[in-house]
C-alpha cells in the first residue's frame, strides 16, 4: 500500500523558515513524479511546486519563487520542500503527492495528475 507521510510543518512568524519532507512508501520512488500541493481554507488546492522523477526538473508556482525550493533523494525515497521569507499568506495545508511516469521526466501542476497523497501538515504563518 502507497503512503505518503509529510512532516516539518508548524507555526512561523512572517519571514522565518521551514522545510517539510515526503516520506514515501514506494517501492520504485525514482519512478514518481512528486508534487506539493497547499489548501488554504475556503479556497481549492494548488500546486506549489513540482519536481520530475530524476529531480532534473522542477516548476514553482510564482507566488513562492525565489522563496520556495523543492528537491529530492530517491534514495531516501524522500521529497522536501524548503521554505524561506514565509508569509502569512502562505499559511495552509501542505500535501505531497505522487504520479508513476513509466518514461517521460517531468513535471506536474495539476491535482487531477497525481494518484498519490499524503494526510496533509498545516503551516501557519503569523505576521
Known amino acids: 500500500q502507497v503512503q505518503l507521510v509529510e512532516s516539518g510543518g508548524g507555526l512561523v512568524q512572517a519571514g522565518g523558515s521551514l522545510r517539510l519532507s515526503c516520506a514515501a512508501s514506494l517501492r520504485t520512488f525514482s519512478r514518481y513524479t512528486m508534487g506539493w500541493f497547499r489548501q488554504a481554507p475556503g479556497k481549492e488546492r494548488e500546486c506549489v511546486a513540482t519536481i520530475s522523477k530524476s529531480g532534473t526538473y522542477s516548476e514553482y508556482a510564482e507566488a513562492v519563487l525565489g522563496r520556495f525550493t523543492i528537491s529530492r533523494d530517491n534514495a531516501k525515497n524522500t521529497m522536501y520542500l524548503q521554505m524561506n521569507s514565509l508569509k502569512p499568506e502562505d499559511t495552509a495545508v501542505y500535501y505531497c503527492?505522487?504520479?508513476?511516469?513509466?518514461?517521460?521526466?517531468?513535471?506536474?501542476?495539476?491535482?487531477?495528475?497525481?494518484?498519490?497523497w499524503g494526510q496533509g501538515t498545516q503551516v501557519t504563518v503569523s505576521s
Open positions: 503527492a505522487a504520479r508513476f511516469r513509466f518514461s517521460l521526466d517531468d513535471t506536474l501542476v495539476s491535482v487531477r495528475d497525481y494518484d498519490y
